[in-house]
């Protein structure tokens, strides 16, 4: 399944809408907020129809996934939205993960548990916000809200950058800063609570993580963050993607795409966001000076021209340090 | 004390509002301080051992509560098992200090509660060591979840 999808769920007294963008959204928060009371109208609306006098609007198919036979319930679903309440061991397990990779469905996930073995995005961890009385002429309205941002705006100033990846990004961001600024990775998301926690506070850093599937890191990286001052959080979807919104092939097609990925990103073809970019850069700089490698890159990404439509892109802290380089 | 084990633990209940539906005793809704955590947490008043007004759903069963609340008071009410409270918000965190001020509770967390800016007193039953703060406890709690 692809594209961004509205969907509406409503009864005599209850509204929820939202909006389901990517593959898998997390919905977390305080307690009685209305999550429960989503998934069971979502249940009982799939059981009973429209005897319940639930209305629920979407352009695909609604389900609801629970309990130990998770995996029987799931099998004749496809093309549909799979909700799944709080309470459900199994969607933090390997085997969950397994069936969402290659699904062409969407997941919507009820849980403050991270889900380590599902590559999700830091933009699609939401809370529920909800208006009105019970009992009022109008039902009571939830919608979602983001509960943690993208970060693309890093304003202070910084001596270090760290890179979750050991790669290609690693070596881009260490090629352009130098010998000046110090640039370590983290070998891996995993590892970047550890390196927050055990750093000199006297350190002032730069975290550069794929935002795209940093999910799962968010809430004790971004804990440790706040507590630990003098250190910030950058989460482009991907370092692919930096390059491919920079513009590096000159291709309209590439910007078209980048504009709007859901409407691009099959997730029957792509477990993240993340992979899709690597996959559309390594795919379209095919053949060129430009081929692209995850693994090691191509030196040709680090010539000034190049270079210069990629710092347009990049936040201004780095801007700042790159000067000192 | 507050003692918390957490990610996987064995035993621990992890469907708390499954558990709740077929454990529920009537008596528990006449507890001042079960009728106080239902009033804060979920908004809502009890009006009787089998009903509750809730501002959003109108009156209700005590098996619709919040699946946070739910957890409260099987933390309370059954204190011989392990309940895992990341079914319960940060706005249910106050509640846990306040259980665990008269007695020992045992809880099992997946997630990073927030328990706020005042001191408290947390055993992390992972590697047995007090913590007094929220930096304390995330330095260490965040190294398991």
């Keep these: 399944?692809?594209?961004?999808?509205?969907?509406?769920?409503?009864?005599?007294?209850?509204?929820?809408?939202?909006?389901?963008?990517?593959?898998i959204t997390i919905i977390q928060g305080d307690s009685a907020t209305g999550k429960t009371t989503f998934a069971d109208m979502i249940r009982e609306y799939v059981l009973n129809g429209s005897d319940t006098g639930i209305t629920v609007s979407c352009d695909v198919p609604c389900r609801l996934i629970e309990g130990n036979t998770w995996k029987e319930q799931l099998s004749p679903i496809h093309g549909s939205i799979v909700i799944i309440d709080e309470g459900n061991k199994f969607v933090a397990s390997v085997e969950f993960a397994e069936a969402v990779k290659n699904s062409d469905n969407y997941y919507v996930i009820i849980t403050r548990e991270s889900l380590q073995a599902l590559p999700y995005s830091?933009?699609?961890?939401?809370?529920?916000?909800?208006?009105?009385?019970?009992?009022?002429l109008e039902p009571v309205y939830h919608s979602l809200y983001r509960i943690y941002n993208s970060k693309n705006v890093v304003q202070g100033s910084y001596d270090t950058v760290l890179v979750e990846d050991s790669n290609s990004g690693y070596e881009f961001f260490s090629g352009i800063l130098g010998d000046k600024v110090k640039c370590i990775s983290a070998n891996g998301r995993d590892n970047i609570f550890a390196i927050l926690n055990d750093r000199d506070s006297s350190e002032r850093m730069v975290v550069v993580a794929d935002g795209a599937a940093f999910g799962s890191q968010m809430s004790r990286v971004s804990d440790a963050i706040k507590r630990i001052?003098?250190?910030?959080?950058?989460?482009?979807?991907?370092?692919?993607?930096?390059?491919?919104?920079?513009?590096?092939?000159?291709?309209?097609?590439?910007?078209?795409?980048?504009?709007?990925?859901?409407?691009?990103?099959?997730?029957?073809?792509?477990?993240?966001?993340?992979?899709?970019?690597?996959?559309?850069?390594?795919?379209?700089?095919?053949?060129?000076?430009?081929?692209?490698?995850?693994?090691?890159?191509?030196?040709?990404?680090?010539?000034?021209?190049?270079?210069?439509?990629?710092?347009?892109r990049l936040p201004d802290a780095i801007k700042r340090m790159l000067e000192k380089a | 004390m507050l003692n918390i084990f957490y990610g996987d633990m064995k035993d621990a209940i992890y469907n708390t509002s499954a558990y709740f539906k077929f454990n529920f005793d009537k008596e528990w809704?006449?507890?001042?301080?079960?009728?106080?955590?239902?009033?804060?947490?979920?908004?809502?008043?009890?009006?009787?051992?089998?009903?509750?007004?809730?501002?959003?759903?109108?009156?209700?069963?005590?098996?619709?509560?919040?699946?946070?609340?739910?957890?409260?008071?099987l933390i309370d009410k059954v204190p011989d098992k392990v309940f895992n409270a990341s079914n319960c918000g940060d706005n249910c965190a106050r509640w846990l200090l306040r259980l665990s001020e008269e007695r020992e509770?045992?809880?099992?967390?997946?997630?990073?509660?927030?328990?706020?800016?005042?001191?408290?007193?947390?055993?992390?039953?992972?590697?047995n060591e007090v913590v007094s703060n929220m930096g304390e406890l995330n330095r260490i709690a965040g190294g398991y979840v």
Aim: no cysteine; hydrophobic share 40%.
């Design chain 1, 122 to 136: 830091v933009t699609e961890i939401y809370g529920i916000h909800s208006s009105g009385k019970y009992n009022s």
């Design chain 1, 229 to 312: 001052k003098g250190a910030e959080l950058y989460l482009p979807e991907s370092f692919e993607w930096i390059l491919l919104i920079s513009d590096v092939l000159n291709d309209k097609e590439v910007q078209r795409i980048v504009e709007n990925p859901e409407d691009y990103i099959s997730s029957e073809d792509f477990f993240s966001w993340e992979r899709f970019f690597t996959h559309l850069l390594v795919s379209k700089s095919n053949g060129t000076y430009l081929k692209y490698s995850k693994d090691h890159l191509n030196k040709a990404y680090l010539q000034d021209r190049l270079v210069e439509k990629v710092v347009l």
């Design chain 2, 29 to 73: 809704m006449s507890s001042p301080e079960v009728i106080q955590m239902i009033r804060d947490v979920d908004d809502s008043e009890v009006l009787g051992s089998g009903a509750i007004d809730s501002p959003v759903l109108g009156i209700i069963a005590p098996v619709s509560l919040s699946g946070g609340v739910k957890t409260l008071i």
């Design chain 2, 105 to 127: 509770i045992t809880v099992n967390l997946r997630h990073l509660m927030d328990f706020g800016e005042e001191p408290f007193k947390i055993r992390i039953l992972n590697n």
């Design chain 1, 1 to 23: 399944m692809k594209g961004a999808h509205h969907l509406v769920v409503q009864s005599a007294h209850l509204k929820y809408e939202m909006d389901i963008v990517r593959n």
